[in-house]
């Protein structure tokens, strides 16, 4: 009996341990978690960069993300991607960007992102950009995100070979 109450407890630790390693490293403010933060690498003279994230709302209340700065471009827009008359267009998604509680809100290429325009210098894969978020429940933090090369379509593109 103590043999299988002590198998039962290992196995408990197990599952908690493997749990534990699917969540991914992420960075938190207030209830909102921000994870795989990354911005794709620019075309030489191309008017913007788009930036790409997961944010997680581990609360029980809606949050949203309401506005994103940054000292390395002249403006940061939250976009929407939106099928019209079957044209994919972009537009700035008005009043920010909704997080229902539990979820998880996914920016990635062909959805919602976050558009740099005006870049004061073209940025190379490697590199960093410092992004302010500012969220309407949680608060502000600001993240660095990893500038991925230019045909990567994920956070962890650059990491497969
Ligand atoms: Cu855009």
């Not at 990893?146 to 045909?151: G, S």
């Amino acid at each position: 009996m103590k043999h299988a109450l002590g198998a039962a407890l290992w196995a408990a630790i197990a599952i908690a341990t493997l749990a534990g390693c699917h969540r991914e490293p992420h960075q938190a403010v207030g209830a909102i978690e921000v994870a795989r933060p990354w911005v794709r690498a620019m075309a030489p003279h191309a008017p913007a960069a788009g930036g790409f994230m997961a944010l997680r709302n581990t609360g029980d209340a809606a949050d949203r993300l309401l506005s994103v700065s940054s000292a390395e471009a002249e403006r940061v827009e939250i976009h929407e991607v939106v099928m019209d008359r079957g044209v994919m267009r972009m537009r700035p998604l008005a009043g920010g960007l909704a997080l229902p509680a539990g979820a998880t809100v996914e920016l990635k290429p062909g959805g919602y992102h976050l558009m740099l325009i005006g870049p004061r210098r073209r940025f190379a894969a490697g590199e960093e950009v410092a992004m302010r978020l500012v969220f309407a429940r949680a608060g502000t933090t600001e993240v660095r995100f990893a500038v991925r090369p230019l045909d990567a379509t994920s956070a962890d593109g650059a990491a497969r070979h």
